[in-house]
T-cell receptor, first 111, second 114 residues
């Protein structure tokens, strides 16, 4: 079993839809959780960072962490074609000093 | 100018050749990383360095070596390239601070080994 599981997609939605992207993990020691966005032929860029459980909102993006279920989500409201990219979750803990990445979910938002 | 730069951006080489990929950063971060990305496998850590004198193997270091020439420079070498090292390679940096190990990535090098 992989330490972090992420559905590869692709996930296709129409413009304006609410998108839900998810990751599950097995290591209960993970304390901080991130979402990266990667456009084709570009490096991943940090989108959201969350420490421990709870929600964090930034514009159209909301990150949720449920440590009891070992499940994290990224919601995108009013999705735009410019949101079409691959979204990678990543997580770690202070004693680990490295990040573990999901394989990424490819999102396609059609006009 | 980009905070993390990688050279070259694209490289095609032949089996058995020695290849060096270079990474430079202006973020002032102590930690630097090399990853490779393959379809369906995601990002896999090759090597990481927490300062100039600290080099550590990642999960897939076989066939690779690194050099941390300065705080801002971290290079990855393939001593004798083989076709299954064809991949997208990323350099990343981080500064632990209080925010956890947030990593910032370069634009990537697309390497093809024939």
């Amino acid at each position: 079993q992989k330490e972090v599981e992420q559905d590869p997609g692709p996930l296709s939605v129409p413009e304006g839809a609410i998108v839900s992207l998810n990751c599950t993990y097995s290591n209960s020691a993970f304390q901080y959780f991130m979402w990266y966005r990667q456009y084709s032929r570009k490096g991943p860029e940090l989108l959201m960072y969350t420490y421990s459980s709870g929600n964090k909102e930034d514009g159209r993006f909301t990150a949720q962490v449920d440590k009891s279920s070992k499940y994290i989500s990224l919601f995108i409201r009013d999705s735009q074609p410019s949101d079409s990219a691959t979204y990678l979750c990543a997580m770690g803990h202070t004693g680990f000093q490295k990040l573990v990445f999901g394989t990424g979910t490819r999102l396609l938002v059609s006009p | 100018d980009a905070d993390v730069t990688q050279t070259p951006r694209n490289r095609i080489t032949k089996t058995g050749k020695r290849i060096m990929l270079e990474c430079s950063q202006t973020k002032g971060h102590d930690r630097m990383y090399w990853y490779r990305q393959d379809p369906g496998l995601g990002l896999r850590l090759i090597y990481y360095s927490f300062d100039v004198k600290d080099i550590n193997k990642g999960e897939i270091s076989d066939g690779y070596s690194v050099s941390r020439q300065a705080q801002a420079k971290f290079s990855l070498s393939l001593e004798s390239a083989i076709p299954n090292q064809t991949a997208l390679y990323f350099c990343a940096t981080s500064d632990t601070g209080t925010g956890g190990d947030t990593q910032y990535f370069g634009p990537g090098t697309r390497l093809t080994v024939l």
